[in-house]
């Protein structure tokens, strides 16, 4: 394992003091319990934004703490949830008495940290609302397992939501906003490698040079498929048909393309990939009107992408546009 | 067979040492088909309860326990953490102010243990996790101590069952956590929160029985 660090066990915390000593005119780290706010919170009277989940799938989510968008991120370990009193924690730190919004990507240890900290907030009289994202098509079989993940969608329901919050949205609609997007929101992965986790030294999993895994989580999860390498074109297809017929996108749609890199892709390939998805929306005669490129929601260094591609109206377009300012999103100001 | 606070906090200092023994073992099972994180999220945890055993000696069993739970709550994450953590504190709440258990309050204190596991997670038997390995194991004891059943091969029996439970999970389908979006692939692999389940239970008898020797 050749990394960038300089123990397993340091990176989490390492990171968060790289994050505080860059950034410190857009954020604040607070350590044990561990989270990241912004610099000017609380920020009176708006609804705050509270984040969080395992650590490798920066920016995901600390470098989303900012004006705009989140008030606050919880990081966990690598690849694991963070604890309820991160959570808790944060969610006093950024109070601003107008209530707190929970985004939770749906995993199974995420929502179950979540929901124990927002039992402990609502003891406490902190009223939070929350929101579980789960967009990931790959997985079919919801019924039979933990459900969709939550993924792609997830760093557009906290730009919109954020943007809504800002705009001095009160919490049910600021939490409206959110289910709406990651309604309207769908995604798939691949993978062409997989990723190391620090602490454990090996690759996650097995693929093979001429092999990739169509469907793939962001911790390396499997995915629908494993199959024979192909060019770009073929592997926009594969990502592209799923999220369409899921939705259903139809002809006219106006939509939001995002396409993601998942750590270990170049800019160049995520272009080709754009490339290949515009073209294809074009076919079936629907629109992209706003499109998001690059390393957003990713997993430590896997080469890969994921498409995601989100319905929008006028209400989704106008906070898609409204500023923000953080450390990886940054528009308008 | 009396359960006293003593023994306790000698069973958490085993289940601490095995757990850093078992650490990458466990790891492994979930690497299969999980995260790659149960032995080294659990190591953390009782880490973290072995930093706090000093302060519990002389306290009731019902405050040791809850205060595992809370601190296996704040350390752990993942789903392991919330499940173990509710599992101390609803012990916790059914041992409240005991310094001594008896058989049958023990086999109360973990079937409260159980139905938070299963609370929190949402989880029944079949569905490859920690609840094949605890459900038989304190199902088995209930039987044993409601049919006056020495408590002693009650317990021998129920972490037999335990066992059983966990190597059951191998070609289980998981519907649960994460190893269920590998579908028909989490087939073959045994449950890592049944295993560590299994360690658990295993540690309990072997300091009832004197057998604590790490």
């Not at chain 1, 997989?194 to 390396?220: A, K, N, W, Y």
């Not at chain 1, 498409?307 to 528009?331: I, M, S």
């Amino acid at each position: 394992m050749k990394k960038l660090i300089n123990a397993p066990e340091n990176v989490v915390r390492e990171a968060l003091a790289g994050m505080a000593a860059a950034h410190p005119d857009l954020l604040r780290v607070h350590v044990d319990p561990d989270y990241i706010v912004r610099a000017d919170a609380p920020v009176r009277g708006k609804v705050a934004l509270v984040s969080g989940g395992g650590s490798g799938h920066e920016p995901l989510h600390g470098g989303f703490v900012g004006k705009g968008m989140l008030d606050a991120a919880c990081p966990g370990a690598i690849f694991t949830s963070p604890v309820p009193d991160q959570m808790l924690a944060a969610a006093r730190a950024v109070h601003g008495d107008a209530g707190i919004l929970f985004i939770v990507k749906n995993y199974t240890g995420d929502v179950m940290n979540f929901e124990l900290a927002a039992e402990l907030a609502a003891a406490e009289g902190l009223p939070v609302a929350s929101v579980v994202t789960n967009d990931d098509v790959a997985v079919r079989d919801s019924l039979y397992t933990a459900g969709r993940r939550g993924v792609g969608v997830t760093v557009l329901v906290e730009k919109i939501a954020g943007a809504a919050a800002e705009a001095g949205a009160d919490l049910a609609t600021c939490q409206r906003i959110a289910a709406k997007v990651n309604a309207q929101g769908r995604s798939m992965g691949m993978a062409l490698t997989s990723c190391t986790v620090p602490h454990v030294g090996r690759p996650t999993f097995d693929l093979p040079d001429d092999q990739m895994e169509i469907g793939i989580g962001i911790h390396g999860e499997a995915g629908r498929t494993r199959q024979q390498f192909a060019s770009a074109a073929a592997i926009a297809e594969l990502l592209a048909r799923p999220i369409l017929e899921d939705l259903p996108f139809r002809r006219g749609d106006q939509v939001l393309a995002f396409v993601n890199g998942m750590g270990g892709t170049p800019l160049i390939e995520l272009y080709v990939m754009y490339h290949e998805l515009s073209k294809l929306l074009a076919g079936e005669g629907i629109t992209i009107s706003r499109s998001l490129v690059g390393n957003y929601i990713t997993s430590l260094e896997m080469a890969g992408c994921s498409f995601t591609l989100l319905k929008l109206d006028d209400e989704l377009t106008r906070l898609w546009d409204a500023p923000v300012l953080t450390p990886a999103l940054r528009r308008g100001m | 067979m009396q359960i006293e606070s003593d023994c306790v906090l000698k069973f958490l200092e085993v289940v601490a040492a095995r757990i850093k023994e078992q650490r990458d073992y466990l790891t492994e099972l979930d690497a299969a088909i999980g995260d790659a994180d149960h032995g080294v999220n659990l190591d953390r945890g009782f880490s973290a309860v072995m930093s706090k055993l000093p302060t519990l000696t002389g306290r009731d069993i019902g405050s040791i326990l809850r205060t595992v739970g809370t601190t296996l709550v704040s350390t752990v994450g993942g789903a392991s953490g919330p499940l173990y953590g509710t599992a101390f504190i609803r012990a916790g709440a059914a041992t409240a102010d005991r310094f001594q258990l008896s058989s049958y309050e023990l086999a109360h204190a973990l079937e409260a243990a159980l139905q938070g596991v299963e609370a929190r997670g949402k989880a029944t038997r079949g569905e490859k996790t920690m609840v094949d390995a605890i459900a038989p194991f304190v199902e088995t004891m209930k039987e044993g101590i409601e049919a006056d059943e020495d408590p002693l091969i009650a317990l021998r029996k129920a972490v037999a069952a335990c066992e059983e439970g966990m190597r059951a999970t191998i070609p289980m389908r998981a519907t649960r956590g994460r190893a269920s979006y590998l579908g028909e692939r989490s087939i073959g692999h045994q449950d890592s929160g049944a295993t560590s389940a299994c360690l658990m239970a295993r540690a309990l008898l072997d300091v009832v029985e004197g057998r604590d020797a790490g």
